[in-house]
Nanobody, 126 residues
Framework: QVQLVESGGGLVQPGGSLRLSCAAS????????MGWYRQAPGKQRELVAT???????NYADSGKGRFTISRDNAKNTVYLRMNSLKPEDTAVYYC????????????????????WGQGTQVTVSS
């Protein structure tokens, strides 16, 4: 009943830019943290950036100075602007919500933790 819909991934040349979007849909009451993680083949999933409902951000060293995370609380949407992309940025990027409070189909209220999107492929290559 909560779905994370991602968009914006694709193929880009080194030095290029992409903007990822992730919209949480459903009867959502509140979301605390939203963020982006990525996973390259043969590697563990790793943090890219997170942002709280109050606007506090956290970036992995890999993206500092190049990536910018933002969110629109009214739209339950988080964005990741990625500039100066490098081949090592190639990965599947996953949207994440760390805590979401929502109204379930039976009318009750639920809280779920670490809710993941389906992932979107970002490929940086010439």
């Amino acid at each position: 009943q909560v779905q994370l819909v991602e968009s914006g991934g694709g193929l880009v040349q080194p030095g290029g830019s992409l903007r990822l979007s992730c919209a949480a849909s459903g009867s959502i009451l509140s979301i605390y943290g939203m963020g982006w993680y990525r996973q390259a083949p043969g590697k563990q999933r790793e943090l890219v950036a997170t942002i709280t409902s109050g606007g506090s951000t956290n970036y992995a060293d890999s993206g500092k100075g190049r990536f910018t995370i933002s969110r629109d609380n009214a739209k339950n949407t988080v964005y990741l602007r990625m500039n100066s992309l490098k081949p090592e940025d190639t990965a599947v990027y996953y949207c994440n919500v760390d805590q979401v409070r929502f109204k379930a189909g039976d009318g009750g209220f639920r809280t779920e933790y670490y809710y993941w999107g389906q992932g979107t492929q970002v490929t940086v290559s010439s």
